[in-house]
């Protein structure tokens, strides 16, 4: 069975739950109903996850998301961020929102 989270929603999930980990990885799995092997398929590899920030801005992550269709309010609580601050990085950067709805 494939796992019904997405995957910014495992990245957040796992940076809550304090980083990378094989038991982390397998309440994921749990969480998922699937197994191990397949949350790893959906996840970056565990030396991205460990490399990437567990607060602040990333940008890259920022602009993987956005080219996903997230909006700003998704993209912002997935980086434990203020959505003004993704608004601020969009709007540098000439992007327009993905969704003015859900922006708000």
Known sequence: ????MSKPEMIR?????GGV????Y???AELNSCRVAQ???VLPTEEALTLMPQAGFDAE???SLYLD??????IAKILCVASKS?????TENGLPPNNIATNR
């Open 61 to 63: 992550l920022a602009t």
């Open 1 to 4: 069975m494939k796992p019904y």
């Open 69 to 74: 269709g997230l909006s700003d309010r998704k």
């Open 21 to 24: 980990s094989e038991k982390n």
């Open 13 to 17: 999930r796992l940076r809550n739950m």
């Open 86 to 90: 993704v608004w601020d990085w969009r």
């Open 26 to 28: 397998k309440i994921l």
């Open 39 to 41: 949350v790893l398929e």
